[in-house]
């Protein structure tokens, strides 16, 4: 069988935290173990066919969906888990647009902006960690925004579980999109 284009699914925890992007394969087998407590999704991602069943006289299908919750207890406590940095996620969480000047770029273009300098004690935080322009970010150097009298547009904010997943950037279904979506923090420059 040929996999579908978005063939990721989006593992949940039973009471619907985002926990992993699985395989196909690894949904299949949490859905064969009957370790599934529900699905979500406009439609199956992909039907599994399996070999054929003599007395039963039919052949096994498994259908696997783009959402899969699974039960047992939630492996990851949302107030303890902080996101992985990336580039790519932090350009993405500010929505290509440089925090100096406002206006938007190409991933190319930009950089990431250390707050408090690197130099200085500053971190690789998502707290300390904006979005610049290339221009912005030489014009500020080694120096805080106050000291440069440059004014963030806007600040800086650790991104929640359901962003994150949506920072990730993998090509997933539209339906799984709207739902991580509808999950999004009231405040989220993702909305």
């Known amino acids: 069988m040929q996999p579908p284009s978005h063939s990721h699914v989006l593992q949940l925890d039973i009471q619907g935290t985002p926990q992993a992007w699985i395989s196909l394969e690894q949904a299949a087998t949490h859905m064969a173990s009957g370790s599934v407590a529900w699905v979500d999704g406009d439609g199956p991602l992909a ?32 107030f303890d888990v902080v996101p992985s940095f990336s580039k790519q996620k932090l350009f993405r969480r500010d929505r290509m647009t440089c925090a100096y000047c406002g206006q938007r770029f190409s991933e ?48 800086p904010y650790v991104p929640s579980r359901f962003e994150d997943f949506l920072l990730a950037g993998r090509h997933i279904r539209a339906d799984v999109h709207e739902w991580l979506a509808a999950r999004l923090p009231k405040g989220s420059r993702l909305n």
């Open 47 to 78: 039907t599994l066919r399996g070999g054929f069943n003599v007395a039963r006289g039919c052949q096994s299908l498994i259908e696997v969906f783009p959402i899969v919750a699974l039960r047992g207890a939630p492996r990851v406590n949302l």
């Open 108 to 155: 190319r273009e930009l950089q990431c902006e250390h707050i408090v300098p690197e130099a200085r004690g500053g971190g690789w935080t998502w707290m300390n960690l904006v979005t610049a322009c290339g221009t912005c970010n030489g014009r500020k150097a080694c120096r805080t925004p106050e000291e440069a009298g440059m004014r963030l547009l806007y600040l």
